[in-house]
């Protein structure tokens, strides 16, 4: 009988990387199974993601990820709740529970149910030894350890129910963006992306921004006005078209250019078709406010050196292998087992 070696992973996740590069074509039955049991799942924004995986799976980084990792030589049953807010969100928990030598039982996301299946399916063709690896199970059983991903209402129910094991509990989570006026028309186009890719769904969008005082926001509107298109898409029209109305009928200060509403309030969680904003005088205190809340961002997104991490314009949706979902070492909780 064959068996699983950390070489043998490398390879296949290179390989798989690869196929990925090309495999928009190949995956056009799956795209189009996807986006009809979820509308949220347009083939743009599959193909989009698709792309992404190809991009973090790319040889040199590979390399440099597996170095962080311990193969297990006594494979551990590692239960997997995936999200499905945006598609093939969890696969790289997937990845990263094969690539220590683990066995995957994988509970997937009613929102995402085909394209991780389809993906993994294409793993065993390139290393068929993953076959015993990866289990698809509609309630977790038997299990070593848990990463599950979820609400902050279905993590307190997650913490009571898996409490017993090691796990990772992951719970909702924003992204914000800090401008400081000296952005470029193209700055701040490329934002666009990290506030619209995948309709704002995912917890690397941006829902908040900090602008300085006295920024004009014409030149935000200016910079973002490409992604106009985003609002044929009638579910993302219809939160759109929900929030404005609550926020006129309510008299509540809003600025609007037809597809994005702007309000200025302190949460972190903004509505569908909504960025929330802060005005600030002082860096500081932007960057005070930042590690207070540092527990629900997942990116801060500027071109402002702060002192903590931070992303590029544009580049929130583009995460390396090693940039975490809330900041949690997944690898290192793997190889503690």
Known sequence: MSVLTQEKVIIAFKNLGKFLAGATDTLESTIYAAQNANAWFTPENIKKSITSFSEMLNETDIDTWFQTINFSSSPKKIGLILAGNIPMVGLHDVLS????????L???????????????????VIEPTFQDRIEYVERLKDFDAVIATGSNNSSRYFDYYFSK???????????VAVLDGSESFEDIQNLGADIFDYFGLGCRNVSKIYFPEGYDIAEFYEGIETYQPIINHFKYNNNYDYNKSIYLVNAAKHFDNGFLLLKQDESLTSPLAVLFYEEYANITHVEEKLNEKADQIQCVITKIPLKIKTFKFGESQHPKLWDYADNVNTIEFLNSL
């Open 97 to 104: 529970v094969l690539a220590t030598g683990n066995i995957a």
């Open 106 to 124: 994988i509970k997937l996301s009613s929102s995402d149910d085909k394209l991780i299946k389809t993906i993994l399916a294409q793993l065993i």
């Open 165 to 175: 094991v090691p796990n990772i509990i992951r719970k909702n989570r924003n992204s």
